[in-house]
């Protein structure tokens, strides 16, 4: 019996860019630079903790679907600390996720209606859009500057409209590492007032912020604060994007609808995984050396760079570093980024990937997070090419 015909509901999308540059990376030995992920291990002391817990009796079964309360505790008493706001109350604005990614489905499941419009500030990671558009609802992309992909207010002034239910913000940007001001926060804060649109705020790389600025968050805002939901990493703070665990602090009201959707998408997070981490999160050693260490990584691949003809855009924080390649080859960024992953041995993104209609703006993205020899490897490899 044949099978019955499928009307997609993401009929132009297909395996997303990440999986694509990191397969054709395994396939050729290409070092990759393109996925957002480390090539060294979580901190020994969060992996023993791992280890301990995973044979604790009790804590191979569901997790309260919230999270632990000793971890949403813990991320209360951190957010404080860090942040210098109000503790979140643990119990009614934190919830554990299945990482970030699911707590921005949760988010845009829960809030977005059908013919409601979010507002996606390009260029933005590849699953902003097509999430939005599985609730119905439609995607209105909003340039970022092309000198230094930071928000143009008046061009998202010109955006809002009625319809507006979510404004998407990424502070640290992926790809560009741009980061927003306590300023921009202000005149996005007015912006808003007189409306009813909320934020998702997007801070999976807060301690990833360099040249001796602060991470600039939504929490920090009082205005913003009572109709945002900010998001966070676990993966992206200690090295272990693998464990999947993120969560959202939002709200009551917020918080309420979040968990409506949480608890028949996910349910519940890895129990062990939970207790592993609220073992450490107390110890605010490692999320404070964050910024140092990714900097030091920074300016070492940049000076790795300097010689091999590709102008690298300024970091001010992230681990990627956008480089415009016009000096070295005239090919689109697609073709140019798998002629580097097959012909040099270095995988990277293109930055089309990270616009809805491909814009291709002579872009192409590598993931710094990597051992220093790593590194070293990567740019030898790109030294001594032969590209035009």
């Given at each position: 019996?044949?099978?019955p015909?499928?009307?997609?509901?993401?009929?132009?999308?297909?395996t997303s860019?990440?999986s694509?540059?990191?397969?054709?990376?395994?396939?050729?030995?290409?070092i990759?630079l393109?996925?957002?992920?480390?090539?060294?291990?979580?901190?020994l002391?969060?992996?023993e903790?791992?280890?301990?817990?995973?044979?604790?009796?009790g804590?191979?079964?569901?997790?309260p679907?919230p999270?632990?309360?000793r971890?949403?505790e813990?991320?209360?008493?951190?957010?404080?600390?860090?942040?210098?706001?109000?503790?979140?109350?643990?119990n009614?604005?934190?919830?554990?996720?299945?990482?970030?990614?699911?707590?921005?489905?949760a988010?845009?499941?829960?809030?977005?209606?059908?013919?409601?419009?979010?507002?996606?500030?390009?260029?933005?990671?590849?699953?902003y859009g097509p999430?939005?558009?599985?609730q119905?609802g439609k995607?209105?992309y909003v340039?970022?500057r092309?000198?230094?992909?930071r928000?143009?207010?008046?061009?998202v002034a010109?955006?809002l409209?009625?319809r507006?239910?979510?404004i998407?913000?990424?502070t640290?940007?992926?790809p560009?590492?741009?980061?927003?001001?306590?300023q921009?926060?202000?005149?996005?804060?007015?912006?808003?007032?007189p409306?009813?649109?909320?934020?998702?705020?997007?801070?999976?790389?807060?301690?990833?912020?360099f040249?001796g600025?602060?991470?600039?968050?939504?929490?920090?805002?009082?205005?913003?604060?009572?109709?945002?939901?900010?998001?966070?990493?676990?993966?992206?703070?200690?090295?272990?994007?693998?464990?999947?665990?993120?969560?959202?602090?939002?709200?009551?009201?917020l918080?309420?609808?979040?968990r409506?959707?949480?608890q028949f998408?996910t349910?519940?997070?890895?129990?062990?995984?939970?207790h592993?981490?609220?073992?450490?999160l107390?110890?605010a050693?490692?999320?404070?050396?964050?910024?140092?260490?990714?900097?030091a990584?920074r300016?070492l691949?940049?000076e790795?760079?300097r010689?091999?003809?590709?102008?690298?855009?300024?970091?001010?924080?992230?681990?990627?570093?956008?480089?415009r390649?016009?000096?070295?080859?005239a090919?689109?960024?697609?073709e140019?980024?798998?002629?580097?992953t097959?012909?040099?041995?270095?995988?990277?993104?293109?930055?089309?990937?990270?616009y809805?209609?491909?814009?291709?703006?002579?872009l192409i993205?590598?993931?710094?997070?990597k051992?220093?020899?790593?590194?070293?490897?990567?740019?030898?490899?790109?030294?001594?090419?032969?590209?035009?």
């Amino acid at each position: 019996m044949p099978t019955p015909a499928l009307a997609s509901k993401l009929p132009d999308v297909g395996t997303s860019i990440f999986s694509v540059m990191s397969q054709l990376a395994q396939e050729h030995e290409a070092i990759n630079l393109a996925q957002g992920f480390p090539d060294y291990d979580p901190p020994l002391v969060l992996r023993e903790a791992l280890a301990r817990h995973a044979t604790t009796p009790g804590h191979q079964q569901y997790a309260p679907m919230p999270g632990l309360p000793r971890l949403r505790e813990a991320i209360s008493h951190k957010t404080a600390l860090v942040y210098g706001v109000p503790a979140p109350n643990p119990n009614t604005e934190i919830t554990i996720t299945s990482g970030a990614t699911e707590a921005l489905y949760a988010v845009l499941a829960a809030v977005v209606h059908p013919g409601d419009e979010v507002l996606v500030l390009e260029p933005a990671y590849d699953l902003y859009g097509p999430a939005i558009r599985l609730q119905g609802g439609k995607p209105v992309y909003v340039p970022l500057r092309a000198t230094d992909f930071r928000p143009d207010w008046d061009l998202v002034a010109a955006a809002l409209s009625p319809r507006t239910r979510l404004i998407m913000l990424n502070t640290p940007h992926n790809p560009s590492g741009a980061v927003l001001t306590e300023q921009d926060w202000d005149t996005l804060a007015g912006l808003l007032a007189p409306t009813n649109t909320l934020v998702l705020s997007d801070e999976v790389y807060e301690h990833m912020v360099f040249d001796g600025q602060p991470h600039r968050s939504a929490l920090q805002h009082p205005q913003l604060a009572e109709r945002s939901f900010v998001l966070s990493s676990f993966g992206k703070t200690y090295h272990a994007t693998g464990w999947k665990v993120g969560y959202c602090i939002a709200p009551p009201a917020l918080t309420a609808e979040v968990r409506r959707v949480h608890q028949f998408l996910t349910f519940a997070v890895s129990t062990p995984t939970q207790h592993a981490l609220a073992d450490v999160l107390a110890e605010a050693a490692h999320f404070q050396a964050l910024p140092a260490f990714y900097q030091a990584k920074r300016d070492l691949f940049a000076e790795l760079l300097r010689e091999t003809g590709f102008d690298l855009l300024p970091v001010p924080g992230a681990y990627f570093q956008l480089a415009r390649y016009h000096r070295i080859s005239a090919l689109p960024d697609v073709e140019f980024a798998r002629r580097l992953t097959t012909e040099v041995g270095v995988a990277v993104v293109p930055v089309s990937a990270f616009y809805h209609d491909g814009q291709d703006a002579g872009l192409i993205r590598f993931c710094f997070a990597k051992e220093d020899e790593t590194l070293r490897q990567a740019a030898q490899r790109l030294r001594e090419a032969a590209l035009s």
